[in-house]
């Protein structure tokens, strides 16, 4: 049975800047293989701090949704440590194309001979890492290239809605998931931020219905607004469960996948980190 893990909650410059919330990405176990999506500043730190410490070693793919450096930073130090400081050929690695190629790619040319695959995602693609699928969802983020994520695999249907502006159409992209989890860096609408807001995900949250709604990636408004009082009450709203994500919480597929159907909610959530 797999289970995420929120390394770091923290978006937006001045959350990652203050180091408010940590900013490092999300681990992912699915169907025996180990994830990685986002490795943003401070992701190999949280990786062997995290209790118990997670090997990168282990990892089988890092997913990085977009080039910005709050989901990036970290990206060539983890791919060095998955193959053993480059000793060992091992690992995916995938990644948008401006985060690969074009005039400031993120991944460095020096660390790309360690990975064993490397993969541009393609709208509309379908990509196997062990036993889960990876279906790329295309976003719409400010110039950058960048992805939704919807992972399926035996425990069910998981999905990223990292950074994106909204759109009508959104929600239809990550239909079926049984668990959603949602970068939320704004409490409120803002007309100039290629971001979701608070209304904005209950709209997405409320059309697609998953078992479990995670909040996540929170920039300053949303840290203002306290992260789990605004979960509680966009619950209530949608008649959902939703969650607010804080540093080290991992959440089992028992909570959210398809055994979970039917059940009632129970407190199952680990957060050994206590933050
Ligand atoms: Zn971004």
């Known amino acids: 049975m797999g289970y995420v893990k929120f390394l770091g909650t923290a978006g937006a410059r001045f959350v990652v800047a203050r180091q408010l919330r940590y900013s490092a990405g999300t681990w992912i176990e699915l169907g025996g293989s180990q994830l990685l999506l986002d490795p943003g500043p401070g992701t190999l730190l949280r990786l062997r ?34 193959a053993d400081g480059g000793y060992k050929k091992r690992g995916a690695l995938f990644a948008p194309a401006d985060a690969l190629e074009g005039d400031d790619p993120v991944v460095l040319r020096y660390v790309r001979p360690f990975l064993e695959r490397i993969e541009t995602w393609q709208a509309g693609g379908e990509y196997a890492v062990g036993q889960v699928m990876v279906r790329p969802v295309s976003h719409a983020h400010g110039t ?25 159409g959104l929600a239809a992209q990550y239909a079926g998931c049984h668990l959603l989890v949602l970068n939320v860096v704004l409490k409120d609408w803002r007309p100039d931020v290629d971001h979701l807001c608070i209304p904005e995900a209950g709209e997405i949250i409320a059309a697609v219905k998953p078992h479990l709604a995670v909040l996540t990636h929170f920039g300053t408004t949303m840290l203002r607004g306290n992260p789990r009082a605004l979960a509680t009450s966009l619950a209530e709203k949608v008649g959902t469960r939703v969650v607010a ?31």
Do not use: C, Q
């Open 49 to 82: 701090k995290s209790r118990p410490p997670l090997d990168p070693l282990k990892l089988d793919a890092i997913l990085l949704s977009h080039k910005h450096l709050d989901h990036s930073t970290d990206v060539n130090i983890v791919i060095e440590a998955m």
């Open 144 to 168: 950058v290239e960048s992805y939704g994520l919807v992972l399926d695999s035996a425990d069910g249907r998981m999905g990223f809605v990292t950074d994106t502006r909204f759109s009508p």
């Open 245 to 275: 994500a804080s540093d080290g919480l991992a959440i089992e597929a028992s909570e959210w996948g398809l055994a979970a159907a039917g059940r009632t909610w129970h407190n199952g959530m680990r957060n050994k980190e206590g933050t």
